[in-house]
């Protein structure tokens, strides 16, 4: 994994995402130490329609330095449904990068236990 918007991060993400959230409908849950917050917000135009998932974790540290990171998803869709284009984007808010990508790489192990 060599940065936070690398294909391979964002992956990771996604199987944390996937494998740790309550439900569907979940807005906040905490997973080793990280508070995951998920917001959802949504507009319906007459030829087109997005929406878009920000998710916020933060990591309070305890023996280990604290973060923060913003990982947003964007679904864009036609009016009558057909995507067009999603996309996936992270941005460090806070702490170390590398700490981020660890968190996530040894949290990926979830995806076995969850099969």
Not at 9 to 38: K, M, Y
Request: aromatic share 10%; with cysteine.
């Amino acid at each position: 994994m060599a940065t936070i918007n690398s294909n391979s991060f964002l992956n990771c993400w996604q199987i944390v995402h996937r494998a740790t959230i309550p439900s569907p409908d979940s807005e906040r849950w905490r997973v080793s130490g990280v508070d995951w917050h998920r917001q959802r917000h949504a507009y319906l135009g007459g030829g087109y329609s997005f929406s878009v998932e920000v998710h916020r974790l933060a990591f309070a540290g305890g023996d280990k330095p604290p973060w923060s990171l913003m990982v947003v998803v964007e679904h864009w869709r036609q009016s009558d449904g057909e995507r067009l284009r999603t996309t996936t984007w992270a941005r460090r808010l806070s702490g170390s990068s590398a700490a981020i990508v660890r968190w996530m790489k040894d949290h990926e192990a979830v995806r076995r236990t969850t099969k």
